[in-house]
Structures are given as C-alpha cells and as structure tokens.
C-alpha cells in the first residue's frame, strides 16, 4: 500500500530579522548616546528582574527620558514600520501598532538577563547595536516542547531551547510570549542593544 505522507508546521512562531537595520553612522551615534545616558540615568532593571545588580546597565521604565532623545526616538520610529510590515506579511488587520516602550541595554561580562517574556505586549523587537568578541547569543525556548522532547535530537522542530547568535546591526522581531534569555557572555568591551514592546491600539485603547 503506498500512501503520501505530509508534514505540517503547524504553531511555528514568525521570527522576523532585518539585516543591515540602520545607516552605519547612526549606529554609531546610539552607541556614543547609550555611553553618555548610561552615565546619567539609572534604569529599573536592577529592581526588576531576577539577574539584580548583574542586570546589563539599561533605561528600563524611563520611557519619558527614552523618547525624549532623537536618535532614540528615530529608532522606535523604525522598529513600529518594520513591526506593521511584518503584520501586513502575517496577514493581520490593519490595526494602529504602537511602540509602548523601549529601553537600552548594555552587557559587560558580568552581566546576564534571566528568561523572562513581554506581558502586555504583542510584537517585541531587539536591536543588537554593538556586538564584540565574546557576546552572548539569546537562548529561545519553547515552552510547550520543555516536557515533551524525546525526538529532540532528531529534528530541529522537536527543540525546546536554541542558542541564536545575531550579526550586528540587525533587527529581531518575535512575538512576545516567547521565552528567552541573554546568558553571560566573555567580551570586553560593552554589548549594546534596544529592546522595544509594540501593541496594537484597539487592545488597550486608553493607553497613553
């Protein structure tokens, strides 16, 4: 009897990356700007999130201040056009995307951040700024395969967590529920990256 098999991926996550995200120059500039900002703001990720004061040194919850500097601005600006094409790629209604936050972050080599999600949140983006020798990747994981991946070896789709190592100055774009974390890393000098969280408006429409 000689029947056709098919295989379906189905429940994939959309992982959307953007290389080559913005002009060298303005890069350049956002690694001088998170230099001078990181002398003079103190974000909340220390107070936040389990890593304490091995958190990347970061503008966590300081989004009056984050908006308030152009270049960062310019950068959300980007991340919510790169966010509504990646809806429009997904087929999703025409909703009015929104950038509720965004933050900086950066790594020495005693740094690390825990695996953590966005709540609140639909679309969540990194920017990876600057990437010397020896930064960390960030490890995704699956959830729903942590306790149920015997074929893990097997197959690639079977995986419950994946290391991803991101060239520099591209973008992510994920969905936000998915885990993930940025373990410690060997480099020198300072890994600098931006995270955003983009929401649609009529999910929350009296969010400021």
Same mark, same amino acid.
């Given at each position: 009897? !000689?029947?056709?098999?098919?295989? =379906?991926?189905?429940?994939?996550? $959309?992982?959307?990356?953007?290389?080559?995200? @913005?002009?060298?120059?303005?890069?350049?500039? /956002?690694? &001088?700007?998170?230099?001078?900002? =990181?002398?003079?703001?103190?974000?909340?990720?220390?107070?936040?999130?389990? *890593?304490?004061?091995?958190?990347?040194?970061?503008?966590?919850?300081?989004?009056?201040?984050?908006?308030?500097?152009?270049?960062?601005?310019? /950068?959300? *600006?980007?991340? /919510?056009?790169?966010?509504?094409?990646?809806?429009?790629?997904?087929?999703?209604?025409?909703?009015?995307?929104?950038?509720? !936050?965004?933050?900086?972050?950066?790594?020495?080599?005693?740094?690390?951040?825990?695996?953590?999600?966005?709540?609140?949140?639909?679309? &969540?983006?990194?920017?990876?700024?600057?990437?010397?020798?020896?930064?960390?990747?960030?490890?995704?994981?699956?959830?729903?395969?942590?306790?149920?991946? @015997? =074929?893990?070896? &097997?197959?690639?789709?079977?995986?419950?967590?994946?290391? @991803?190592?991101?060239?520099? !100055?591209?973008?992510?774009? #994920?969905?936000?529920?998915?885990?993930?974390?940025? $373990? #410690?890393?060997? !480099?020198?000098?300072?890994?600098?990256?931006?995270?955003?969280?983009?929401?649609?408006? $009529?999910? #929350?429409?009296?969010?400021?």
């Amino acid at each position: 009897m !000689n029947q056709q098999v098919q295989i =379906s991926p189905l429940f994939a996550e $959309p992982f959307c990356v953007i290389q080559d995200a @913005i002009p060298e120059d303005m890069r350049k500039i /956002l690694i &001088s700007k998170v230099k001078k900002y =990181s002398k003079k703001w103190k974000g909340y990720g220390e107070d936040a999130w389990s *890593s304490g004061k091995k958190s990347p040194t970061n503008s966590f919850a300081m989004d009056a201040e984050f908006r308030s500097v152009k270049e960062f601005k310019e /950068l959300a *600006s980007l991340v /919510l056009h790169n966010c509504e094409q990646v809806a429009k790629g997904l087929g999703m209604p025409e909703f009015d995307w929104r950038v509720s !936050n965004g933050w900086y972050n950066s790594y020495n080599k005693n740094n690390y951040q825990e695996f953590h999600v966005h709540p609140m949140s639909y679309f &969540s983006v990194i920017y990876f700024c600057k990437l010397p020798k020896g930064s960390a990747p960030v490890i995704f994981m699956n959830s729903t395969q942590e306790y149920n991946n @015997i =074929s893990e070896a &097997s197959n690639d789709c079977f995986k419950s967590k994946i290391d @991803i190592e991101f060239p520099q !100055n591209s973008m992510l774009i #994920f969905r936000s529920h998915v885990l993930h974390k940025v $373990p #410690f890393g060997t !480099n020198n000098e300072d890994r600098i990256t931006f995270s955003f969280n983009v929401l649609p408006q $009529p999910i #929350f429409p009296n969010y400021a």
